[in-house]
């Protein structure tokens, strides 16, 4: 797991999210879920990729469960972009490493 990704919960969201001007990668996961486990190792190799740019940051939803509910998380994974506070853009289940590449983009 790389060491540039950020480890999110229900005390440390506002702050580093809905706070942060730049733009923010979430990742809404649990430990149950095979698709999440899929998409960590993609996300580690963006997390290098866009260092600088970009923040990458991953809410475990057993453990945030108000959390997640209250930004209406339905299914995992799911990965959402925050710029300024805002959510900007959901994407659902594990693209490849391209094609997230390239949603990401339009974001930075």
């Not at 923010?24 to 963006?46: M, Q």
Request: net charge negative; aromatic share 8%; hydrophobic share 45%.
């Amino acid at each position: 797991m790389s060491d540039k990704i950020l480890h999110l919960s229900e005390n440390s969201f506002d702050a580093l999210v809905l706070k942060n001007e730049g733009p923010i990668l979430v990742e809404f996961w649990a430990d149950w879920c095979g698709p999440c486990h899929r998409l960590s190792p993609i996300l580690d190799e963006l997390a290098e990729d866009y260092a600088g740019q970009l923040t990458i940051a991953k809410l475990n939803i057993e453990e945030n469960r108000a959390l997640a509910q209250a930004q209406g998380v339905q299914r995992i994974p799911v990965m959402m972009v925050f710029k300024r506070g805002e959510r900007v853009a959901v994407k659902e289940g594990v693209p490849s490493k391209d094609l997230l590449s390239q949603f990401l983009n339009a974001y930075l």
